[in-house]
């Protein structure tokens, strides 16, 4: 059984930093990409950040681009967030993503497996 558990969320104050984990019972973990996603109250699950497995090539998602940075660590089977300059905006839940074959990556429906999500809010 796959299981993906977040953790590292947290209250933090505008400018802080906050690092998020997820640890995966995936035993092909090495070949498969894992992802970032995150939903505000009210609003959709969106895209933050995903790294290939293939040669560790990062996305990220505009908002994000110069604060956060996703990496990975396929001995340990995790995957970090390290969240930087944190904005009230960032304020969401942020949820682990593994996907097997992900031909558009940004896309949330292209993920198999889920974790349960770990909550971060930053306070103004």
């Known amino acids: 059984q796959v299981q993906l558990v977040e953790s590292g969320g947290g209250l933090v104050q505008a400018g802080g930093s906050l690092r998020l984990s997820c640890a995966a019972s995936?035993?092909?973990?090495?070949?498969?990409?894992m992802a970032w996603f995150r939903q505000a109250p009210g609003k959709a699950r969106k895209f933050v950040a995903t790294i290939s497995w293939r040669d560790n090539s990062t996305v990220y998602a505009d908002s994000v681009k110069g604060r956060f940075t996703i990496a990975r660590d396929n001995a340990e089977k995790r995957v970090y967030l390290q969240m930087n300059s944190l904005k009230p905006e960032d304020t969401a839940v942020y949820y682990c993503?593994?996907?097997?074959?992900?031909?558009?990556?940004?896309?949330?429906?292209?993920?198999?497996?889920w974790g349960q999500g770990t909550q971060v809010t930053v306070s103004s």
């Open positions: 995936i035993s092909s973990f090495s070949s498969i990409r």
């Open positions: 993503a593994a996907g097997q074959k992900t031909i558009l990556p940004r896309q949330g429906g292209e993920y198999d497996y």
